[in-house]
């Protein structure tokens, strides 16, 4: 089993900047085996991708809005994933949550952006940004 679990949320003003943190464990999880990402849910709104990097760690791929401002990176020898949040606006207010995908030519075809090629998910951190 894969474990994931997301950190670094908080109240942050427009402007700011964030690190968010998810550390992966578990007996099978490497890596090397597994696609990961970054979505986030707004209220009442779908949860939508942000983020994603595939397992070798050479590929990323972001949502069209927030190029520029967020940054995906791991930490191979502390297993955690990280999103780094630049220019905080109040429309990124929302739960973030990770996800590992087992690498999978589907994965890299959909560029990690359909919700359906994810395997595990963590319990999401909560970011809020004042204007």
């Known amino acids: 089993q894969v474990q994931l679990a997301e950190s670094g949320g908080g109240l942050v003003q427009a402007g700011g900047s964030l690190r968010l943190s998810c550390a992966a464990s578990?007996?099978?999880?490497?890596?090397?085996?597994?696609?990961l990402g970054w979505f986030r849910q707004a209220a009442g709104k779908e949860r939508e991708f942000v983020a994603g990097?595939?397992?070798?760690?050479?590929?990323?791929f972001y949502q069209d809005a927030v190029k520029g401002r967020f940054a995906i990176s791991r930490d191979t020898a502390k297993s955690t994933l990280y999103l780094d949040i630049n220019n905080l606006r109040p429309d990124d207010t929302a739960s973030y949550y990770c996800?590992?995908?087992?690498?999978?030519?589907?994965?890299?075809?959909?560029?990690?952006?359909?919700?359906?090629?994810?395997?595990?998910w963590g319990q999401g951190t909560q970011v809020t940004v004042s204007s």
């Open positions: 996800a590992a995908a087992l690498k999978s030519m589907n994965w890299f075809r959909n560029q990690g952006r359909r919700r359906n090629d994810y395997d595990h």
């Open positions: 578990g007996r099978t999880f490497s890596f090397s085996r597994y696609a």
């Open positions: 990097m595939d397992w070798t760690g050479d590929n990323t």
